[in-house]
C-alpha cells in the first residue's frame, strides 16, 4: 500500500498511544482505500517506522470490531518498506487513478448506511478560513489511559525499540479549515486537521511564542498548501463512533502543482 495518511497520536491505555494510518492499496491493479488501525507508531522498532508516501508491504486481516469497511489490523510484526515517493511526479502516478469525491457525498452517504465509505480524496472548491484555537488539556479519559499505559511494558509487544518514547503531550492548538467543497450547493463545511504533520510542526516550535507558532501553521497549512498554482485536494476519514460517522475529518493534504506531468497510470482498468 501506498501511505498518504498518518494521523495524530492519540493516548491508548493498552498500547500507549496509536496511530491511525490510511493509504491506497496498489495490490491487484486497484486503487482502494484502506486503513490499518491500531498502529502503536511511536512504539514500534525503527526499522517500521515508516513515512507519508512510502510504498510498503503489510499482512492485514479484516477488523471485525470495526464496521467501515476500509478498516483492516495490521499484523505490524510483517511491516516492510519497499521505497519512498521523493517529490510529486513520483507520487502522482499512483494518485492520478484515486477516485474523487466530495464531503458532501460523503456525508450524506454515510448518513444513509453505516458501510458507506470513509474515506475519501476531495477536491477543495475554496478555503475560507483556517481557524486556530488552543487545545487545552487531554480529557480526564485520556489522561487516565496515559496513565494507565506508563504501567504496561508495550515495548515488548512492538519490535526492538531501543528507548521508551516520552510521555504523550498534548498539542497547543488544534486548527480546522472552513472550506467548500465542490459539490453543487455545498453550505460549506468544517474540517478539522488531524494530521501528524501539524502536530510535529508544533511540536518544533514548542519554545517559540503562541504567535510565531501560529503564524508556523498559517503558512504550512493555508498559504503554502494552497497557494496559486496548486491542485489541493483534502484526504478525509470519519470516525468509528455510529454517532459520528457522518462527520468527516482532514486527515491530510495532497497540494502538487498545477500541470505536473504523469506517467502512465499504474491502474489501468484493461491490465491484468
Known amino acids: 500500500m501506498l501511505i498518504t495518511v498518518k494521523a495524530s497520536p492519540q493516548p491508548s491505555a493498552k498500547y500507549g498511544d496509536t496511530v491511525c494510518v490510511a493509504g491506497i492499496r496498489v495490490d491487484g491493479g486497484r486503487a482502494d482505500w484502506i486503513r490499518l488501525y491500531p498502529l502503536p507508531f511511536r512504539w514500534m522498532g525503527v526499522e517500521q517506522q515508516f513515512k507519508k508516501f512510502d510504498l510498503i508491504e503489510v499482512e492485514v486481516r479484516r477488523e471485525s470490531k470495526d464496521t467501515r469497511p476500509e478498516s483492516y489490523r495490521p499484523n505490524i510484526d510483517s511491516i516492510n518498506i519497499v521505497k519512498h515517493l521523493d517529490g510529486w511526479k513520483e507520487r502522482q502516478p499512483y494518485m492520478e487513478r484515486v477516485a474523487r469525491t466530495s464531503t458532501c457525498a460523503l456525508s450524506a452517504a454515510a448518513v444513509q448506511r453505516h458501510d458507506a465509505p470513509s474515506l475519501g480524496m476531495v477536491t477543495i472548491k475554496s478555503v475560507e478560513r483556517l481557524r486556530i484555537e488552543p487545545f487545552g488539556e487531554w480529557t480526564d479519559a485520556q489522561k487516565a489511559r496515559i496513565a494507565e499505559a506508563a504501567n504496561l511494558a508495550p515495548l515488548s509487544l512492538f519490535g526492538d525499540v531501543t528507548k521508551t518514547p516520552a510521555e504523550l503531550k498534548a498539542p497547543r492548538f488544534v486548527a480546522r479549515y472552513e472550506y467548500h467543497c465542490t459539490a453543487d450547493g455545498c453550505p460549506g463545511h468544517v ?62 493534504v495532497y497540494y502538487p502543482p498545477e500541470g505536473i506531468a504523469t506517467s502512465v497510470g499504474l491502474f489501468d482498468l484493461d491490465q491484468d
Do not use: C, Y
Open 191 to 252: 474540517g478539522q486537521i488531524l494530521d501528524w504533520e501539524l502536530t510535529a510542526l508544533q511540536g518544533r516550535s514548542r519554545h517559540e511564542p503562541d504567535a510565531s507558532a501560529i503564524a508556523q501553521i498559517e503558512q504550512k497549512f493555508h498559504t503554502q498548501m494552497f497557494a496559486p498554482g496548486r491542485q489541493t485536494s483534502f484526504f478525509m476519514g470519519n470516525f468509528e463512533d455510529a454517532r459520528k460517522r457522518h462527520s468527516f475529518s482532514v486527515l491530510g
